[in-house]
């Protein structure tokens, strides 16, 4: 880093409000003139105008003295304050002259520094403070003092800051550490050699908690041997000594210990001790020192056990989060011993924030072994019926998202360990009526697939919970489950009658005299209560006003089944789902006829084929949302009454249907276990390789300006380079795709921008190259911002040599994922001609991917967020891409989102439906539905549409835009 070229850039700590600027600031007379005035507020008006301008670059010479004269001896508290902000910005040595200049440029002595005479006043004004009797006015100096650099202005305070270590009030002592320790850092050997020494003694008789944390830190930084001798001696009060303290011995021993890893075991007392801290700060430091320095068993369990005490007493949700990630990384690498305390870590499930569930569960269900997952499983069972009590105030916060992670987690330990999936599939059928039902039968309907032993009392439990099912999707599964899996012919029987029960008979369409009423019943629904006054006597004689609200009866709801319901409401699907089952349940009771009889199965068939033209026949009456599925159901309902009736379509059909689709679904069952099995194959750490000639690192042989200026030493990254861990490729490359050119070769100043995001900030790194022979004062980057991005740090003014070049730096804050610009102008004077110059600035353009990451959601997850979210942008497909499968890659690569919908490259068509999902940085959803069909007609061009759905109208529109900009086309890849 460059030294600092003005006292502006040495100097500036501090921020002002610019209220002072508000039309114009007044000039240095004016300033002047304030500063003589009796009243302290005009004083401190006057004195920051003064402040503000020498930021500006304006030098103000003649208002050092009248600061000295009318403000510095004031009793005013801010105009004090006000003043120690002056001196840190104001100019204390004497400019150059020209002859100095000129010949420390021709080879000649350099150019001494010489302090402004005014500064002498300024010293001494400065040890009166120090001395003052008030202790906070002399607190106030010192912390001032640890702000100024300046060796001549330091080293007469050293006797006054010196005593200041045994004034009788504590904020004096544990200012004036700082103060020594700042002193020392700058001008140790000149100013305070013995500073160690003294603050040693301080501290063996200090006995406040701050004054004895700021002393200790001073030692660790400038004398470890003195800081481990004082440890050594009072190993056992460290936990007296106060949580800074204790933060600051466990920075020393990581410190020490990465440098020499001999010196562990000197600190590995202390650091238990601190494990058991009331401090939820310190035992959480503890922990992970622990873990970094140690990785011996009884080391990762005690801080195991720290992180769960932690998790299961500290009601801040961050706290919680930061924890469990902890807990994640130390199960990579000791999954056994995180085991032990799994139950320990599930009582986290009590939080009533779903995130932290979701964490826990994450945490958990990997390590879940044969010997636990009872525990485990019987745990889970419990949190899920808490989720079906109304009275417990948690289900509210986490609703139905909760009790879907339930399941899932349920239904992994299942599908790993099968002596459990009997015991807990039966309490989950309890939920198939509730919002999380769709979760619940696709795990029935894997565990009836994989488990034929439980399909018996599986049936019978689903028979008997089918007149309470009231979703659509999920009446549609149990309806094809039971056509797959009734095999006996009790459970034919059983399964025919109930399903016929709930339809009922047909037609199936709303006769007038029930829509009439419905719709008379719903007027009187909407017309709410009635509000009521009149007049009333009270027992005492005297008049009161009485108002009632009258309410009409509420409209007791019909007996009519669910079932029912559905399809007189237009529920096409769903009628060809129950066309199917009906047909699957004749022809196994055909099988089975010396049971039944045969007058039973020609009863059945007879009752199925009436149901199957009602339900056609609703389909023609009713307008729903699913009438473009019409002519699919006539088709499907047309071939299911062919196999009942027709002999010969019988023999052709029956195997088709009555073992394809079962078939089909156990190959799916299959794919999806092995494809979790590829996915937990990928996520394993990959074992480090070294090659035979690769060279060895000794760190012993290093040197220990390498070892300080070039090793991390915070969690353990040296250990990751000692197992292999490291990230291949050079940073070059991603670093040259950020930079930015903000100005031309052609203009007297270059300037580029090096772009960083992280997550909430953007970071700006602006390289400036004066190409003129002359010197640029007051060189200055004014940038601006559209969208929602806030200028935090803005880049100061600079003096740039000739054909020199500076780095200027700037921050921005984002608050929301949209398409942002930054724009502006470098202003410049030039020393020599004294003219100033503008130069605008290319825009930069924050693009949306800098904030999208890919994520996954469930299927249930991704629909109800699609019809949550009310913003939907829409964009039409055109593309010279002519294949589907490519053109969908190309999106997902582009956007940088995850296709949720699984499809096979090999699998040719001509139609492709896609679900897209990605979050922003800000916890932002992204939905993204791709539809595109390959039209022959059109030349085998891709037409169709892609609908982008979300929360914010931001990312809608910023999403569309990048879609449109790259759907075209696939970009060229340029030869190396």
């Known amino acids: 880093m460059s030294p600092p070229t003005n006292s502006n850039e040495s100097y500036c700590t ?82 150059p002259t020209s002859e100095e200049l000129l010949r420390a440029a021709t080879g000649g002595p350099p150019v001494q520094r010489k302090l402004l005479p005014e500064m002498i006043l300024v010293c001494n004004a400065l040890m009166n403070d120090l001395n003052h009797p008030n202790e906070y006015v002399r607190g106030s100096m010192l912390r001032f003092l640890c702000k100024v650099k300046d060796e001549e202005i330091l080293g007469p305070l050293i006797p006054s800051i010196k005593s200041c270590l045994e004034h009788r009030h504590a904020y004096v002592r544990k200012n004036a550490a700082l103060a020594v320790f700042h002193a020392h850092r700058l001008h140790g050997e000149t100013l305070i050699p013995d500073g160690p020494e003294l603050i040693e003694s301080f501290l063996s008789s200090e006995t406040d908690v701050a004054a004895r944390r700021n002393a200790f830190l001073m030692l660790c930084n400038e004398n470890e041997d003195l800081a481990i001798q004082f440890l050594a001696k009072n190993m056992d009060d460290v936990g007296k000594y106060g949580d800074g303290f204790a933060l600051l011995v466990l920075e020393l021993t990581r410190k020490i210990c990465r440098r020499d890893p001999n010196q562990k075991s000197r600190f590995v007392r202390v650091l238990f001790q601190m494990l058991s801290s009331t401090s939820a700060a310190v035992s959480y ?119 879907n992670m339930l399941i899932r987690a349920i239904h992994g330990c299942a599908v790993r360990f099968p002596d459990v999936a009997e015991s807990v599939v039966h309490t989950l059928m309890d939920f198939l009526s509730t919002d999380g039902g769709m979760q619940v039968i696709i795990f029935v309907r894997a565990i009836v697939e994989q488990y034929p032993a439980l399909r018996g009392a599986l049936i019978t439990k689903l028979l008997g919970t089918l007149e309470d099912i009231s979703n659509s999707n999920v009446m549609c599964v149990c309806l094809w489950i039971l056509g797959e899996y009734c095999e006996s012919a009790e459970s034919l029987q059983e399964a025919f009658n109930d399903i016929t029960e709930q339809l009922g008979d047909p037609p199936f369409v709303v006769q007038p005299e029930e829509k009439a009423a419905q719709e008379k019943a719903a007027a009187e629904a909407a017309a709410g209560p009635k509000l009521v006054t009149k007049n009333v006597v009270l027992a005492d004689g005297t008049y009161a006003t009485q108002t009632v609200y009258s309410e009409s009866k509420a409209v007791v709801d019909d007996s009519t089944p669910h079932l029912r319901k559905m399809i007189i409401n237009g529920d096409v699907f769903l009628g060809s789902i129950l066309s199917s ?81 079962r078939a089909t679904f156990g190959r799916f069952l299959k794919t999806l276990k092995e494809k979790e099995a590829m996915e937990a194959k990928k996520s394993e750490p990959e074992v480090p390789t070294t090659q035979a000639d690769d060279l060895i690192h000794f760190r012993q042989l290093r040197s220990m300006a390498v070892q300080g200026g070039d090793m991390d030493l915070d969690d353990g990254s040296d250990l990751a380079r000692a197992i292999g861990f490291a990230d291949g490729g050079s940073l070059l490359s991603s670093e040259l795709n950020h930079v930015y050119p903000l100005s031309g070769f052609a203009d007297p100043v270059y300037a580029e921008a090096l772009v960083t995001v992280r997550d909430y900030d953007i970071s700006l790194e602006i390289l400036i190259i004066n190409r003129t022979p002359n010197t640029l004062a007051n060189l200055t980057v004014e940038l601006a911002t559209m969208g929602d991005m806030k200028i935090v740090e803005r880049p100061q003014s600079h003096t740039v040599g000739p054909l020199d070049q500076v780095t200027i730096k700037a921050s921005i804050k984002v608050s929301s994922t949209e398409t942002g610009h930054i724009f502006g102008t470098i202003v410049y004077e030039d020393t020599s001609t004294q003219e100033k110059g503008y130069i605008n600035l290319n825009d930069i353009h924050m693009d949306i991917m800098d904030y999208i990451r890919p994520a996954t959601c469930t299927d249930e997850m991704f629909r109800s967020m699609w019809a949550e979210f009310e913003w939907e942008n829409k964009v039409a497909i055109s593309t010279s891409i002519t294949d589907l499968i490519q053109f969908l890659n190309h999106i997902v690569e582009s956007t940088n989102m995850r296709c949720l919908t699984p499809h096979d490259s090999s699998e040719k068509g001509s139609f492709l439906a896609a679900n897209l999902y990605a979050r922003s940085v800000f916890g932002e959803d992204a939905l993204v539905n791709v539809s595109v069909e390959k039209k022959e007609d059109n030349d085998g061009k891709l037409a169709g549409y892609i609908r982008i759905r979300s929360k914010t109208q931001g990312i809608a529109l910023s999403l569309g835009e990048r879609i449109t900009s790259v759907q075209r086309g696939i970009p060229e890849v340029k030869a190396q």
């Open 14 to 95: 501090f921020t002002l409000a610019s209220d002072v600027t508000a039309g114009g600031l007044p000039s240095e007379e004016e300033i002047a003139k304030d500063l003589e005035s009796s009243d302290p507020k005009v004083k401190r008006h006057a004195l920051k105008a003064a402040i503000m301008a020498m930021l500006s670059g304006e030098s103000m010479p003649k208002i050092v003295m009248q600061v000295i004269r009318f403000c510095i001896n004031s009793d005013d508290k801010p105009l004090k304050k006000m003043c120690m902000l002056y001196w840190e910005v104001v100019p204390k040595y004497q400019e």
């Open 285 to 403: 430091e503890a922990a992970w020192t622990l873990v970094s320095l140690s990785s011996a068993p009884t080391a990762v369990r005690a801080a195991a056990v720290t992180y769960t005490n932690l998790l299961n007493s500290q009601n801040d949700n961050n706290v919680k989060l930061i924890v469990l990630e902890r807990l994640e990384g130390l199960k990579k690498n000791h999954p056994k011993i995180v085991q032990e305390l799994l139950m320990d870590i599930l009582r986290a499930l009590s939080s009533p924030n779903p995130d932290i569930c979701k964490k826990v569960l994450d945490v958990v269900m990997d390590i879940v072994t044969a010997r636990n997952v009872a525990e485990v499983v019987t745990m889970l069972k419990r949190e899920v019926t808490k989720t079906a009590d109304e009275n417990d105030p948690s289900n509210e916060a986490k609703g139905a998202l909760y009790r």
């Open 581 to 661: 089952c009906l047909t699957k349940l004749c022809l196994r009771a055909a099988d089975a006829a010396d049971e039944i009889g045969a007058a039973g199965v020609k009863s059945m068939t007879v009752k199925s084929v009436l149901i199957m033209c009602g339900i056609v026949k609703m389909a023609e009456v009713t307008v729903t949302a699913q009438k473009s599925s019409l002519a699919d159901c006539k088709e499907r309902v047309s071939l299911c009454c062919r196999a009942l009736l027709d002999p010969k379509a019988n023999e052709l059909l029956k195997a088709t249907l009555l073992t394809e689709g």
